[in-house]
């Protein structure tokens, strides 16, 4: 079983969709949890963190279950400029370094 | 401010020779990262450095990886000898001593070994 399991898409949405993408992670020892983003052939960034109590920032919004060990990204609004692949990623110290990253899962958004 | 730079962006050679793959950090982070992405598959970590030191290096792949960092300052990845399966994506990021899980990467030495 992959540490950190996700839809790899590709979700293909029209402008002003919401798109949700989730991500399961198998070590319920994880402590924390972020949503990073990676552009076609770049480098990854950090998208966001992802806080127990679930956390906003302008149209994307993080959730965590750590009872059932999920983690989602909510979009709203969705831009062209959001087509990227968003990677779920763990880490198993409070730290956060080693990072553990899903595969990704890709968003092309078109007008 | 500059970001983690990492060279060369592009690396051809053949099994068996040697590749060293360079990564200058953001200034200040005592942090520095090594992640491979393999194709196919997802990222995975290689080793983290604490200044000069290497912290952690529970995901290198066996002996014919060496990391070193000398001065706390950029590091080197050297590969030798370079196997097939050893063709990706190699990553450095660096952070910032309490920043947690906030990496910044560079965009990567892509490796390809024929």
């Known amino acids: 079983r992959k540490e950190v399991e996700q839809d790899p898409g590709p979700f293909n949405v029209p402008e002003g969709a919401t798109v949700a993408f989730n991500c399961t992670y198998s070590?319920?020892?994880?402590?924390?949890f972020f949503w990073y983003r990676q552009d076609c052939r770049k480098e990854p960034k950090l998208l966001m963190s992802?806080?127990?109590s679930g956390n906003e920032d302008g149209r994307f919004t993080a959730q965590l279950n750590r009872a059932s060990q999920y983690i989602s990204l909510l979009i709203r609004d969705s831009k062209l400029s959001d087509s990227a692949t968003y990677l779920c990623?763990?880490?198993?110290?409070?730290?956060?370094?080693?990072?553990?990253f899903g595969k990704g899962t890709t968003l092309s958004v078109s007008s | 401010e500059a970001g983690v730079t990492q060279f060369p962006s592009h690396s051809v050679i053949e099994k068996g020779q040697t590749v060293t793959l360079r990564c200058d950090p953001i200034?200040?982070?005592?942090?520095l990262y090594w992640y491979r992405r393999v194709m196919g598959k997802e990222i995975k970590f290689l080793l983290h450095?604490?200044?000069?030191?290497?912290?952690?290096e529970s995901g290198m792949p066996n002996n014919r990886f060496l990391a070193e960092r000398t001065g706390g300052t950029y590091s080197t990845l050297k590969v030798q000898p370079a196997e097939l399966e050893d063709s990706g994506v190699y990553f450095c990021?660096?952070?910032?001593?309490?920043?947690?899980?906030?990496?910044?990467f560079g965009e990567g030495s892509r490796l390809t070994v024929l």
């Open positions: 200034s200040g982070h005592d942090n």
């Open positions: 992802v806080y127990s």
């Open positions: 990021a660096s952070s910032h001593s309490g920043r947690t899980g906030e990496l910044f």
């Open positions: 450095f604490v200044k000069e030191s290497k912290q952690d």
């Open positions: 070590n319920s020892a994880s402590q924390s």
């Open positions: 990623v763990v880490t198993l110290n409070q730290a956060g370094t080693a990072l553990i």
